[in-house]
């Protein structure tokens, strides 16, 4: 129910002087009446009326433009596989030498809430409130499920920006309504929109016009008829639209008409269609409002487009690439929630990171110089480092994304177990696992015995070493009652071992160590049961994830890539079919939540290409990222489930290279 009040009963009386010829150049539309239908099959009926009160006009107030009711209405179309019902009305119209005659819907104070609607009745005539109303969408004249007839597929719909030339004249206009058609064949499916004028002055109905709607089966409640409100409108201009409603676009017509045959349609006009059309001409509008006000609708034709919606493949139209140079080396990429942060070293100094969350890169953050192993997780990143100030074994301690202590986080020594001297502390970081709020510290251990004589204890002998996990809490503290705390997996060579990736599920942790051989790997598992190695003969491991089931995938790079799949009795290991890789092979890997992996190449010749890979070995087409001389430094699996790269495009004039985030549709 529009509550402004419409005041332009004067100039609409205008239009009941002789109408002369309009002019050929377009002019803007002009405005006729206000015009009242009632589609109720047994008693259809059209009026013009007071554009505030919507009372009838009397003869002498009515416009030179005539509408008379078709009385056969067609019958109702119940698609139950849709669960919506269709039903419509014709009106014969006199128009002469008029041209695109729109009944275009309207929001009057006498309507029924925000709609365009005066009533809707049910088929029992029992009068529904404002949800049916809202509920009512127009459509095309349809004669089977999914079928529009031809001859009475007459709606016409806008752009918001395109009521603009009409909403002077009605401001409470909606962006849909129908279009009059005079027929040229007795099938009417050739047609023009252009009135001829009436032959010695009479009034003759040689155009008609089929108002349709579509509502949802609701039983007893389903509207079967409605009274309607619409502002007439006579247009010059060469702007003749048909419609491609969502109904039709499975059989792929075009108003009832065979398409996307251009020459199927009637020439001149414009194709208007929505999305999930396959129509490749034309005008498509991703939304189309029905109810409610244009900055706030409460129905609209379908529901809208997600405009981050996109093919397969194609850069996410909603995510902005973010563009930086900054000065770092050894990069890689993580993600948590809204965060994302690029890793590196700086020249001269240790472990620094830079957001890449907004298009405004953060100040970079470097620690002491000694090596870090970051974890990006909730909204802080956690370090692991030797403590070689301490010389106790291992630091743990907490940052916030902008480089500040994490004030709620105690920071944490993790022993390494020497017995007499800090000499032989292990050189190599520990890794850090997320455990819902808890954090698991996957580090190497040595325990060993102290040797005395009578004098004095002057060396010691190792007894054990290996791998042993600690669980923290949020806080740093020692969580002593978690299933995985001082898990332990002996591991001969783990002081200087340089671990390679991890993965974790609710019960169980995984990370992949070296082998006992050159060039092959082991992965030690962890659970509430204990600790498991299995040797694993392969190249170099680039990604793993742990499934819910306890089975472990794993990626290998290289230029002869495999994919792996651990389970308790055996390791299936299958090459992976990415193509021809000339003078390259694959460098970085991600898993998608499904266990299929992402692989990012690099080719002596040819652009970096990314692909996706099954655990079978089936793989993509590759596609090509970036430019010849670019390279993709890392890629990571996001929250939204997308795909995220990190490309290095290389720079001429010195300086570092270019760094590009951009994100992918799966």
């Given amino acids: 129910m529009r509550r402004t009040t419409l005041t332009m009963l004067a100039g609409l009386l205008a239009s009941c002087a002789p109408h002369a010829t309009p002019d050929p150049e377009s002019a803007p539309p002009r405005l006729i009446g206000y015009l009242q239908v009632n589609t109720d099959p047994g008693h259809p009926d059209a009026r013009w009326v007071n554009p505030v009160t919507l009372t009838p006009l009397t003869l002498t107030e009515t416009p030179g433009v005539q509408f008379r009711s078709v009385t056969a209405a067609p019958a109702a179309v119940n698609d139950t596989a849709s669960g919506e019902r269709f039903f419509s009305t014709t009106l014969q119209v006199s128009a002469p030498e008029r041209r695109n005659i729109y009944l275009i819907g309207v929001d009057t104070a006498q309507t029924i809430g925000d709609t365009a609607f005066t009533s809707v009745r049910s088929d029992a005539g029992v009068l529904l409130g404002e949800g049916a109303a809202r509920s009512v969408k127009p459509a095309h004249r349809m004669t089977a499920p999914g079928v529009v007839h031809p001859a009475a597929a007459d709606l016409v719909v806008f752009s918001e920006a395109e009521l603009a030339d009409r909403t002077s004249a009605a401001p409470a206009l909606f962006p849909w309504g129908f279009a009059a058609r005079v027929c040229q064949t007795s099938a009417c499916d050739t047609y023009t929109r252009t009135f001829p004028p009436d032959p010695g002055g009479q009034t003759t109905y040689s155009g008609r016009v089929t108002l349709a709607f579509r509502v949802p089966l609701s039983g007893t409640a389903t509207p079967r008829s409605v009274t309607g409100t619409y502002a007439v409108f006579a247009e010059s201009g060469e702007d003749l639209r048909v419609t491609q409603t969502p109904e039709e676009q499975a059989r792929g017509t075009v108003a009832g008409l065979g398409a996307p045959n251009a020459q199927a349609l009637p020439p001149a006009f414009r194709v208007i269609h929505f999305p999930g059309s396959t129509i490749p ?7 189309v409002r029905t109810s409610g006000p244009a900055g706030a609708p409460t129905g609209t034709l379908f529901p809208p487009a997600d405009p981050c919606a996109a093919p397969s493949g194609v850069l996410d139209p909603c995510f ?5 140079r900054p000065i770092l080396s050894d990069l890689h990429l993580q993600t948590s929630g809204a965060d994302t942060l690029v890793f590196g070293t700086q020249s001269g100094s240790g472990l620094a990171w830079e957001s890449l969350s907004a298009p405004s890169a953060s100040a970079l953050l470097s620690l002491p110089p000694a090596a870090h192993r970051p974890l990006l997780h909730a909204g802080r990143v956690t370090t692991g480092a030797v403590d070689v100030d301490g010389g106790t074994g291992f630091r743990i301690a907490r940052y ?6 994490d004030p709620t986080f105690t920071p944490a020594g993790i022993p390494y177990d020497l017995a007499l001297s800090t000499a032989n502390l292990p050189g190599e970081p520990p890794v850090l696992v997320p455990l819902g709020t808890d954090l698991l510290v996957i580090s190497a251990y040595q325990r060993e015995e102290l040797i005395c004589d009578e004098n004095s204890c002057n060396w010691s ?5 290996g791998l042993r996990t600690t669980v923290l809490t949020s806080g740093g503290a020692v969580n002593a009652a978690h299933p995985l705390q001082d898990r332990r997996q002996t591991l001969v060579g783990a002081r200087d071992a340089t671990l390679g990736p991890s993965c974790a599920n609710a019960t169980a942790a995984a990370v992949v160590a070296p082998g006992s051989t050159s060039g092959n790997s082991r992965l030690v598992i962890f659970s509430a049961q204990g600790a498991t190695a299995r040797q694993l003969n392969s190249g170099p491991v680039l ?3 742990l499934r819910a089931n306890g089975d472990v995938h794993l990626v290998t790079g290289g230029g002869a890539p495999r994919f792996l799949t651990v389970t308790a009795g055996a390791v299936t290991d299958v090459p992976l079919l990415v193509g021809a890789l000339p003078g390259g092979g694959v460098r970085k890997a991600a898993f998608y939540a499904d266990g299929h992996a992402y692989l990012a190449t690099y080719r002596s010749a040819a652009p970096p290409a990314t692909v996706e890979c099954t655990p079978t070995g089936t793989c993509s087409a590759l ?3 970036g430019l010849l001389e670019s390279s993709i430094e890392d890629v990571v699996i996001d929250a939204s489930g997308q795909l995220v790269t990190l490309r ?6 010195g300086g570092p290279p270019q760094l590009t985030l951009e994100r992918w549709i799966r």
């Avoid at 001409?281 to 939304?287: A, K, V």
């Fill in 281 to 287: 001409f034309g005008t498509r509008l991703t939304t």
């Fill in 623 to 625: 596609r090509p990222v």
């Fill in 400 to 405: 916030l994304v902008s480089g500040q202590p």
């Fill in 648 to 653: 290095a495009d290389g720079m001429f004039d």
């Fill in 543 to 545: 990604a793993c994830q």
């Fill in 320 to 324: 902005t690439p973010v563009i930086t």
């Fill in 461 to 465: 002998v190792a007894l054990d070493e």
